[in-house]
């Protein structure tokens, strides 16, 4: 059954809204569009390997308007989630965005260069250099809208990154604990859903089941917050920096 829509919710389900949206909800339609611009800003910024701006760059209105068509195609029970469904339709709308423009290019006859001819004229080690550059670039640029979308995350629970980095534990230990606690939360359904619904931590359960007092979890809460949005959002340059640590 579906939930009524709640105006300014922090609890969103956009599965649900979705479907609403479908039915003529106007508030859930918006809030989605509206909510969701970081995640369609982050889908675009992956798929074109550079940060997509919104207002500045077209790709984002590309994008945009693919999210809302989501909207309206989406089908529940088909083995997807609202989100990975948009994905999909945001990813291929800038597909085909990207070949209508390179067909739009005009390249000056001088500039058609025989392929193998171009690359016969290029050293081997040349071309391996510049394809490492240009891999080595792709993946800056991930990073980067990786780590804005994480700090627009933290953001929402009064973290800041300069802040997460002072408060990281020093001793390896210490860090371990740390992301066993946010793991447990992750996959405590009630767990999780309290931190939903109120944006923190159920420090009084968590005291009970794992093995940390509560002095411990209030002292690292923030950066147990932290480590739990790396667990459950779309961050895997992140969570390949903590490895580190498993």
Same mark, same amino acid.
């Given at each position: 059954?579906?939930?009524?829509?709640?105006?300014?919710?922090?609890?969103?389900?956009? !599965?649900?809204?979705?479907?609403?949206?479908?039915?003529?909800?106007?508030?859930?339609?918006?809030?989605?569009?509206?909510?969701?611009?970081?995640?369609?800003?982050? +889908?675009?910024?992956?798929?074109? $390997?550079?940060?997509?701006?919104?207002?500045?760059?077209? &790709? =984002?209105?590309?994008?945009?308007?693919?999210?809302?068509?989501?909207?309206?195609?989406?089908?529940?029970?088909?083995?997807?989630? =609202?989100?990975?469904?948009?994905? /999909? +339709?945001?990813?291929?709308?800038?597909?085909?965005?990207?070949?209508?423009?390179?067909?739009? $290019?005009?390249?000056? =006859?001088?500039?058609? +260069?025989? &392929?193998? &001819?171009?690359?016969?004229?290029?050293?081997?080690?040349?071309?391996?250099?510049? &394809?490492?550059?240009?891999?080595?670039?792709?993946?800056?640029?991930?990073?980067?809208?990786?780590?804005?979308?994480?700090?627009? /995350? @933290?953001?929402?629970?009064?973290?800041?990154?300069?802040? /997460?980095?002072?408060?990281?534990?020093?001793?390896?230990?210490? %860090?371990?604990?740390?992301?066993?606690?946010?793991?447990?939360?992750?996959?405590?359904?009630?767990?999780? !859903?309290? =931190?939903?619904?109120?944006?923190?931590?159920?420090?009084?359960?968590?005291?009970?089941?794992?093995?940390?007092? %509560?002095?411990? @979890?209030? $002292?690292? %809460?923030?950066?147990?917050?932290?480590? /739990?949005? +790396?667990?459950?959002?779309?961050?895997?340059?992140?969570?390949?920096?903590?490895?580190?640590?498993?």
């Amino acid at each position: 059954m579906l939930v009524p829509f709640r105006k300014n919710t922090e609890n969103s389900r956009p !599965d649900e809204y979705a479907l609403l949206a479908q039915q003529g909800d106007s508030q859930c339609r918006d809030y989605l569009l509206e909510s969701y611009r970081p995640y369609v800003m982050r +889908v675009a910024s992956r798929y074109c $390997r550079r940060y997509i701006l919104a207002g500045t760059d077209e &790709e =984002f209105s590309v994008a945009l308007l693919a999210f809302n068509e989501a909207i309206d195609s989406y089908r529940s029970g088909q083995g997807k989630g =609202f989100l990975s469904f948009a994905r /999909l +339709v945001i990813e291929r709308r800038l597909a085909d965005y990207c070949r209508k423009n390179t067909r739009r $290019r005009e390249v000056p =006859f001088s500039g058609i +260069v025989n &392929e193998q &001819e171009q690359s016969e004229s290029l050293p081997a080690a040349e071309t391996e250099a510049a &394809e490492r550059a240009f891999a080595e670039q792709q993946l800056q640029s991930e990073r980067q809208a990786e780590i804005i979308h994480f700090s627009r /995350l @933290l953001s929402r629970y009064g973290i800041t990154l300069d802040e /997460l980095v002072r408060i990281s534990p020093k001793h390896r230990d210490a %860090r371990q604990s740390a992301m066993a606690a946010a793991k447990a939360v992750a996959e405590n359904e009630q767990w999780f !859903d309290y =931190f939903k619904k109120k944006n923190a931590l159920p420090l009084k359960s968590m005291e009970k089941e794992l093995p940390v007092s %509560r002095k411990t @979890l209030e $002292r690292q %809460r923030k950066y147990i917050v932290a480590l /739990l949005l +790396v667990y459950v959002e779309d961050l895997p340059h992140m969570r390949e920096y903590l490895k580190g640590d498993e």
